[in-house]
């Protein structure tokens, strides 16, 4: 029975036509004998092949059955809907969504692991820097604790001397920056006539930095005998031996003390033509005297033959412009020599005399 089940489809089939082919020759030899009453040899081998013949299909049917292989009810109604074109590709497709299937769900716990994992590290991180901010503030709190202001360096300086500014300023040596108040310093130092403005830093472990913004000194006003400096806020400066600024004489205002303020409308708009004349180049070089008059306003004499220029009242940059034309278009056709004073009042003529 095993070598029958064991034999290929195609030997089996042989075996059944050589059954049909022996019965056939059995029935023709049957035909011929039938009056002698007594069977003959072909009759018996037909019986024997008649059982052959039932044993060997009960067997054919086994094997069948038992190789052909099952399928489940889904597979066969995917089987009739599907063409046999794209039987294989469609395989290959379920194959794929039952992996990647497979592969996600087998996978759930591992991935929230992973994302659990993955914030804990960013935890880990973030505790790490702010330990590490803590450590570096704390560092840096204790040498600012610790240290003590050895070197000042000052900045901005040209009329002060930097010796009088650190004088001023009077931080004493090998102290502690809380030891300092900045206020207070700051204001000894705006005391100096020539600072306007100043700024103290102090830059640890043992540096002081001072930056000083100066009054700059626009005329050198004149009173009898007493002379001194004038910045556009009408205060009043004292001159120094060292440092000579190159500016214009200045008539008409009382000088009583350094640091006072000449504060009258006069002088504001006195302080209005200086700072328009500091920035005009051709104004600059041949004005070397301004006064003021109640009755012309600004008048100013030029370098060049002392030529009376006046200038009015509000009229300071039109003015100065109107002689920076006159200087450089008619001046040269008429003389400077011939001139005795030049009216820059008016909006767009000039009438010389």
Known sequence: MADKKNKPLTEQ?????????RANESESSSENDNNSGVKSENEKTLLKSEEEYVKATNDFET???S??????????????????????????DKKVKTEVLTETSGDDSS??????????????Y?????????IGISIGYLRYKNA??????VEGNYYTSEESIIAKANIPANVSPDSVDLTVVIKRIETLPYVKQAEVILMPP???KIFVIERIPLGLLLDGRKKALVDQDGIILPQLSDKTPNVPLVFGFPIKKVNDTLNTTYFKEMSRFLTALHSHALGNSTISEVAWSNEDGVVAMSTENGIKLIFGKNNSENGLKSWESFYAQIAP???????????????GQVITR
Do not use: C, H
């Not at 056709?333 to 909006?347: I, N």
């Open 126 to 134: 973030t505790i790490a820097a702010v330990a590490i901010i803590l």
């Open 148 to 153: 003590t202001m050895k070197n000042v360096l």
């Open 111 to 124: 991935n929230e692991n992973f994302v659990e994992s993955k914030k804990n590290k960013r935890g880990w």
């Open 333 to 347: 056709k008429v003389g400077l020599a011939s001139l005795s004073e030049v009216d820059l009042r008016w909006q």
């Open 206 to 208: 043992s540096q002081v």
């Open 13 to 21: 089939s042989d075996f059944l036509d050589e059954y049909l082919r």
């Open 63 to 65: 094997e069948f059955s």
């Open 67 to 92: 190789t052909r292989p099952t399928k489940s009810k889904k597979e066969s109604i995917v089987e009739t809907t599907e063409s046999p074109q794209s039987e294989e590709p469609l395989k290959k």
